[in-house]
């Protein structure tokens, strides 16, 4: 059973690029966050997403960010015009909704670096 | 709003004693809590986890404790090993309603041999 797959693993993209991060969650998890962390910084809430539905964005910056997790396919958040502000580990976790007590499982992020 | 806070940024702890992680909390609803550690360039991997309707749980040299009246948890774990030099991150759900899953800011815990 895989775990939560995150690609890529390193990005670097020019001032005004778009950065794209994808993230499968677990086999049989339809539920997922997505997490930004700063350098020297704790995990900043970002999203909150079932399948074909957000659920709470109240994380996400107002412009430039959005986030989608299609029926199929991976989960994606996408950075338009990224700045140098940007660039920061970003981490999604996925859980299994349906059972009671269980942890989120992280993927090994994805190193934004904006240049 | 920081709903998960944990004030201290960094514990320093000789090998073979206990280190003490705290963390406390703001929202009352929050009814699961976990912990999870995390290493330089890896995601964070779940340590252990407490229901409220618990105050303790334990699992080899880690134990968690709930105060709910307080709205603190903390992490002990005993002995201390080098191995465990690591940034420890507090988090908080609700299980009912949004599911929302929130971190404190981390505290790393260096164990000096």
């Known amino acids: 059973n895989a775990g939560v797959m995150q690609n890529p693993r390193h990005l670097v993209r020019r001032r005004g690029q778009e950065a794209r991060l994808r993230c499968s969650p677990m086999k049989g998890h339809s539920h997922v966050y997505w997490y930004r962390q700063l350098p020297e910084e704790g995990l900043k809430f970002m999203v909150y997403?079932?399948?074909?539905?957000?659920?709470?964005e109240s994380g996400m910056p107002k412009e430039r960010f959005s986030a989608e997790f299609p029926k199929e396919g991976p989960s994606i958040l996408r950075i338009q015009q990224v700045v140098r502000g940007d660039s920061a580990a970003y981490f999604c976790a996925s859980f299994d909704f349906g059972r009671l007590n269980t942890e989120a499982f992280f993927g090994q992020g994805t190193r934004l670096t904006v240049v | 709003d920081q709903q998960v806070k944990q004030n201290s940024p960094s514990l320093s702890v000789q090998e073979g004693r206990i280190s003490i992680l705290n963390c406390d909390y703001t929202n009352s609803m929050f009814d699961y809590f976990l912990w999870y550690k995390k290493y330089p360039a890896e995601g964070p991997t779940f340590l252990i986890s407490i229901s409220s309707i618990k105050d303790k749980n334990e699992d080899g040299r880690f134990t968690v404790f709930l105060n709910k009246s307080a709205k603190h948890l903390s992490l002990h774990i005993v002995p201390s090993q080098p191995g465990d030099s690591a940034v420890y991150f507090c988090a908080a759900r609700t299980q009912t309603g949004a599911n929302n899953l929130f971190f404190g800011t981390g505290t790393r815990l260096t164990v000096i041999p």
């Open positions: 997403l079932q399948k074909e539905n957000i659920i709470d």
